[in-house]
Structures are given as C-alpha cells and as structure tokens.
C-alpha cells in the first residue's frame, strides 16, 4: 500500500514556518537518529537557505550508536551546519544546544537583541519535548503520536534565547516509499494513513537482514521463518495476537511488534545508514 500523509494543517505549517524563518538566526533541525536521510524534510532545507542549521539526531538512546556516529561525521561535511545526536529528554546533553546557537549567532542573545532559534522537523519526532527540557518546564505539548502540535509557539528561555516549537511537517508527494515505510516504521505517519500489515512486514524484514539476533532472541523465532509473513505470523503467537477463532491476526501482530520495536524493547537500531544515502542521492 502507498503511503501518504499531508493533513490540512502542514500546509498552513508550511507557510507559518515560511515566515517566521525570516526572523530567525537559527535552525535547528529535529531529525530521528535511526533515519537521518528519510526524516529531513527537503521543504524545510528549501526554506532554510543559508540559515545556520544545528542538525539534532534526537533519539539517540533508541539508535544504533555505531550508526549514528557515521550520521555525525557525513553531517559535519555540510557548510553553514553541525549535527547533535542527543536524546530530548536528556537535560545534559540538551543543554549543549544553548552553546551551539549562541556560537552560531554570536551577536544575539544579548539584552534587547534575543536570539531567535526556530525547532522544526517531521512529526513525533521530538521537538515539543526538546523545547520542555530547554525551558526546564512543560511549556509544549507533547505526546506518543504524530500531529500533536499543529501551530507554531513561541518560548522565552529567559537565557536571551526565543524558541519556536512548530508542528512536525512532511512534503505532499511522498514518492520515496522506502523512506515512507522507515518513516511509518518509527512513527512519523498517522495512524489513519498507515496499513500496519504492511508497515509490519517491512519492519520484520528489516530487522531479520540487518539484526536478526535481537528479532531471533526476543520471539524465540523458529528456524523456518523465512519470510516477513513467517516471522510476523511466529510474532503475533508469541505476543498472543490471535482473532476470535484462534488465527494469527496479522493486524495486531504488527501494530504490538511495531510498539515494541519503536519503544527500544528490540534494542538500539538503526534504519539507514550514510553509505546507502550516499548511494540515493547519487543515483537521483
Ligand atoms: N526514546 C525517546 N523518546 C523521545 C525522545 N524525544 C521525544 N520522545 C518521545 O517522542 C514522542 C513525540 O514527542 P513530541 O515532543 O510530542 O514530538 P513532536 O516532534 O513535537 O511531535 P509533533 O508535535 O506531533 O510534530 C513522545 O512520546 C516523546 O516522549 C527521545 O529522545 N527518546
Ligand atoms: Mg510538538
């Protein structure tokens, strides 16, 4: 199943975001460390120019840390930009942004001439929860699903900093199914427009090619699944996802395996990694 996801108000986000750019001295971008290509917006990039942009890889604490590390490096080669893999709930780490846009604009942040930093990004992907521990309070809703900001907020760090937390935005044309099923996979897509069979099938032939042993381990997966359909249908019996008449629902065998995959109980993945974003962009 194609997957597409433009709700009404990120074309209005778009345009908000758009205009308050204008006005703002820094950038910083919320990607999700375990998809570092599929979740930066190519719209925001258009919008930001030459904007300084700090490029956060934030849940770190889900990513495979070898990854990410090889994410840091490649980010680090683009002009006018610094990567910042941390997880938004972790104070110290957090912190490290303040200095990073005060480095960045150095002539702001001062009494009358505030720094204005602007977080954007896809939905879920953390930047209600980074601004909540910058302010060291709960000034920005949060929550386990996409689309839960849907307009922009300002916020006075009181440090001569002004945030705004936007809503998470995605393109209208999703024509890169690979990066909407890791997008789907982590979270980023409402439920309404997502198959989860089919994002769940994705997910359990990822993780059988690239970590099999966690998959293995955790399911107690037999030798004979072979296939994404073989390996969903051993899960959901494990998980006791089973219809009134004691068949494997498939439906919620992906929905539980995706649950547990996205909140870490598989351990820390990774969904892409640079070589083979490289290997996209040259072929584009
Ligand atoms: N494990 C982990 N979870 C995180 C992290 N940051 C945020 N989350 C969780 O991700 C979910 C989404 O967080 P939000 O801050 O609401 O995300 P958002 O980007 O503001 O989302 P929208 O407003 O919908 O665009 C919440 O359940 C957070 O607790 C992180 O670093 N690690
Ligand atoms: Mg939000």
């Not at 495979?64 to 104070?91: H, I, N």
């Not at 150095?106 to 910058?134: D, E, F, H, Q, Y």
């Not at 089919?198 to 970590?211: H, I, K, P």
């Not at 699944?225 to 992906?254: F, K, N, P």
Request: glycine content about 8%.
């Amino acid at each position: 199943m194609t997957i597409k996801w433009y709700p009404g108000h990120m074309g209005k986000a778009h345009e908000q975001i758009a205009e308050l750019i204008r006005k703002t001295d820094v950038i910083i971008e919320v990607l999700d460390a375990r998809l570092p290509a599929s979740s930066a917006n190519h719209l925001l990039a258009e919008l930001r120019r030459e904007k300084p942009c700090i490029k956060v890889l934030n849940k770190n604490d889900l990513a495979d840390s070898a990854v990410t590390r090889a994410w840091v490096q490649t980010f680090r080669k683009e002009a006018g930009v610094r990567a910042l893999p941390l997880s938004a709930k972790q104070l110290r780490e957090v912190n490290q942004l303040t200095r990073l846009c005060m480095q960045l604009a150095p002539t702001r942040g001062k009494p009358g001439r505030p720094l204005r930093a602007m977080v954007v990004g896809i939905p879920n992907v953390g930047k209600s929860t980074l601004i909540n521990t910058l302010a060291g309070k709960c000034m920005a809703k949060v929550g386990d699903k996409p689309a839960i900001t849907t307009c922009p907020q300002q916020i006075d760090l009181r440090n001569g900093i002004i945030l705004s937390d936007t809503p998470g935005l995605l393109w209208p044309d999703m024509g890169d199914q690979v990066a909407a099923y890791r997008l789907a996979t982590s979270g980023a897509i409402g439920a309404g427009a997502l198959d989860y069979t089919s994002v769940g099938l994705f997910a359990a032939e990822f993780m059988m090619l690239r970590y099999p042993e966690p998959l293995i381990h955790r399911y107690k997966l037999s030798g004979d699944a072979d296939s994404a359909v073989d390996i969903l249908e051993q899960i959901g019996r494990r998980l006791g996802c089973l219809t009134g008449g004691g068949e494997i629902d498939l439906h919620r065998a992906a929905e539980a395996f995706l649950r547990e995959l996205r909140g870490g109980k598989l351990g820390r993945v990774s969904f892409e990694e640079p070589e083979q974003y490289v290997e996209k962009t040259i072929e584009r």
